[in-house]
């Protein structure tokens, strides 16, 4: 879809566990996004990525960390998993130029 | 702070309905607004809006931008079940392509 992939896209870990979710483009785009999606606050912004190596934190990066060492990926660390941190992140790319982000399809976390 | 605001939160019409979304919004440095359509997946584009008073249009959807009054609005003519959806309204506001959400307006169309 697009060419990009998330995964996993589901997961179910428990509290205190380290885990990484994954975002792979084929598009060769330079902006890479991590959001997370809870009811009632629509999509918020974690960390996002304007090449590689490079990254900055948005409104909701406590607890998160990324990496980006090749264009092509885009990994969201939650370092210790909270139960807060059960939601729906979905990752994007953004070429810029017309058309905003495109989404990956999203990958619902649990934790427990 | 950046903000962006979407109103009703939830809308439920029947099939043949007009329905009108809106998005206000208050940032620092404005560049464009996007809407979204969301089903069970991943957001899809739906317009892309910079200029005031310009109205972009598909099909039965059209959009328009207030850029004095900061909102826009989403027009869903003859509403279809299909259109059923949760409308997402983002302003982009800084040179690296971060989106701001509104909450989201869920949309239910009934027979």
Known sequence: ?112 | EDKVVQSPLSLVVHEGDTVTLNCSYEVTNFRSLLWYKQEKKAPTFLFMLTSSGIEKKSGRLSSILDKKELFSILNITATQTGDSAVYLCAVDSSNTGKLIFGQGTTLQVKP
């Open chain 1, 1 to 112: 879809d697009a060419g990009i992939t998330q995964s996993p896209r589901h997961k179910v870990t428990e509290t205190g566990t380290p885990v990484t979710l994954r975002c792979h483009q084929t598009e060769n785009h330079r902006y890479m996004y991590w959001y997370r999606q809870d009811p009632g606050h629509g999509l918020r912004l974690i960390h996002y990525s304007y090449g590689v190596k490079d990254t900055d934190k948005g409104e909701v990066s406590d607890g998160y960390s990324v990496s980006r060492s090749k264009t092509e990926d885009f990994l969201l660390t939650l370092e210790s998993a909270t139960s807060s941190q059960t939601s729906v992140y979905f990752c994007a790319i953004s070429s810029w130029d017309s058309y905003g982000y495109t989404f990956g399809s999203g990958t619902r976390l649990t934790v427990v």
